[in-house]
């Protein structure tokens, strides 16, 4: 498997496997913890900071399950260390009930940024020329659909109806990869 | 009114951009709360609504900056990471009768280097059945016995020389007035100027011991919220802190037989098998059970130097009147290994 190569790369210190799983999870594991600690410098610094301890205790570490569970895992108790720290507990407390109910969910629902663009992507060829143009103008553009109904010179109903069934097509094809941590992070 | 699942997937655009009308939005509500099935379709449709704006929050962290950012740490903790995977071989590699002095050479070396740097906490730690010996960033020289730990900066701060300990070590304070040296084991602290002692303090055991061979030094406790002062002991006294009466009791002793450990020598000197079974546990990390309680009370007196366990247990045989029986350890389900466990018991007539 992939991730033992990783692991093991990893203990005998090498560079190069350790960029590759940087550029993979740096991103994720960012947007990730902003559900805990919503401000970008902190997030940054406490990802990095993972980082740098990942490279120095690597040729210690045991990483039971996956690489991916280990980092995921590994950045939320940093930032729930940091959150003790600043003592901000109360503000979050609601999300803090959401996720402890979600984390029996297992590892693999999380994701890197490239993997979930690929699967965005794999997901848009599924719909329709005119659906997904519909779709992306929406999502991407962040138009409203009566800025898309003028701008196609369509009628609002089409616009709405196209946009309905991107969604039937897109929850079915991302249902089993989104995880639950991505709801609570949607919800603040 | 209830609503078609068609019905619904025409109005959910609407409701999560917003646009629907109070009353399609509360009929939404109502759909959501009809059923968890509902919940998890409308969840669903949540999470392909946000994906792009996810991968969008994504894509504002630039990994390639950090990365850049991260090199530069770890270029600048180089010489520690060296100096911490040379400790680590050196505890691992130390027997009893080795010593490996070029080793402290290049600690001393690095650690000038980086003087400067951030306060890291490092731990140094012995296999069971070996003895590591090591000099702290001030000189100051230890040994660290079987399965025992050691945590300390990798440059003390000016004003407090201060370690951590788990399990038994012996120090040599290199002496220097102004930046008082102390030893943490669990709730004991010993305050030390310049001198030499052992500290016995294990986990797994209720009270904590010290052995002051050469100067003086000062004992105190941390006891809930409150510190206490014990006093100053003199060379060649052993202080016991017994922690479920929180009190110390002194008295003089050979302290040959309490550092014998440091040149691989075990000494019992009138010691009861109680205390013999427990330190041959840690020594050669074993559990050994005492079948019959009138053994405890048994008193010995031996010097041990490189023996093995079965010469030990065999020599032990001759001088009481017991036997032993060795159960192997076995590999368990996960990997690991059980302990060798050696039965003692009296000696059939």
């Known amino acids: ?188 | 009114m209830k609503l078609s699942l068609s019905e619904v997937e025409d109005l959910l655009p609407g409701y999560l951009s917003g646009d629907l009308s109070e009353n399609e939005r509360s009929m939404i509500d109502e759909w959501r709360k009809e059923s968890t099935e509902n919940e998890s379709v409308y969840l669903e449709c949540y999470k392909a609504w946000e994906a792009i704006p996810l991968l969008n929050e994504m894509e504002k962290f630039n990994s390639f900056e950090a990365l850049r950012k991260v090199n530069k740490r770890l270029h600048e903790n180089k010489y520690s990471e060296w100096r911490i995977i040379i400790q680590r071989i050196a505890a691992i590699l130390l027997l009893p009768v080795l010593i490996f002095s070029g080793y402290q050479t290049i600690q001393n070396l690095s650690l000038k280097k980086e003087q400067k740097e951030n306060l890291v906490i490092q731990t140094v730690s012995s296999r069971q059945g070996m003895v590591s010996e090591f000099s702290l960033p001030d000189g100051t020289k230890v040994w660290l016995n079987s399965g025992s730990e050691l945590q300390f900066p990798t440059h003390f701060p000016p004003n407090l020389r201060e370690v951590k300990l788990k399990g038994e070590a012996f120090f040599e304070v290199a002496k220097n007035e102004k930046q008082p040296f102390r030893v943490n084991a669990k709730e004991l602290n010993i305050d030390v100027l310049g001198t030499s002692f052992n500290v016995v303090s294990y986990s797994d055991e209720t009270q904590s011991e010290v052995i002051l061979i050469e100067g003086k030094v000062k004992l105190s406790a941390d006891e809930g919220q409150n510190t206490k002062e014990y006093g100053t002991m003199h060379p060649g006294q052993r202080a016991v802190y017994k922690e479920e009466f929180q009190k110390v009791s002194m008295e003089e002793v050979n302290p040959e037989k309490y550092i014998a450990w440091r040149d691989g020598n075990l000494i019992f000197q009138d010691d009861s098998m109680e205390d013999v079974v427990k330190r041959l546990n840690r020594w050669f990390n074993v559990e050994i059970i005492i079948e019959d309680p009138e053994i405890n009370e048994y008193i010995y007196k031996a010097t041990f130097r490189n023996e093995n366990l079965r010469q030990v247990l065999n020599l032990l045989k001759i001088s009481a009147p017991i036997d032993y029986r060795i159960i192997e350890s076995k590999v368990l389900p996960d990997g690991d290994f059980t302990k060798q466990k050696i039965y003692l018991m009296k000696k059939n007539k």
Request: with cysteine; glycine share 0%; net charge positive.
């Open chain 1, 1 to 188: 498997m992939k991730d033992l190569l990783l692991i093991e790369a990893l203990g005998r210190r090498d560079k190069v496997a350790f960029d590759y799983i940087f550029n993979y999870y740096y991103s994720s594991l960012c947007a990730f913890s902003m559900q805990y600690v919503n401000d970008r410098e902190t997030v940054e610094d406490l990802v990095q900071e993972l980082f740098v301890t990942l490279w120095v205790e690597a040729p210690k570490l045991q990483i039971q399950s996956s690489l991916k569970a280990y980092l995921f895992a590994s950045v939320k108790n940093r930032c729930f260390d940091y959150r003790k720290h600043k003592k901000v507990t109360e503000k979050y407390q609601t999300y803090f009930l959401f996720s402890s109910e979600s984390s029996n969910n297992s590892a693999d629902n999380y994701f890197s940024e490239s993997e979930l663009r690929q699967t965005i992507q794999k997901s848009l060829e599924k719909l329709s020329p005119r659906c997904r143009e519909i779709f992306e103008l929406s999502r991407i553009e962040s138009l409203s659909n009566k800025d898309i109904s003028e701008k196609l010179e369509i009628s609002k109903r089409t616009v709405e109806l196209q946009i309905s069934n991107a969604l039937k097509i897109l929850r079915k094809e991302l249902a089993d990869f989104l995880p639950f941590w991505f709801i609570t992070f949607l919800i603040r």
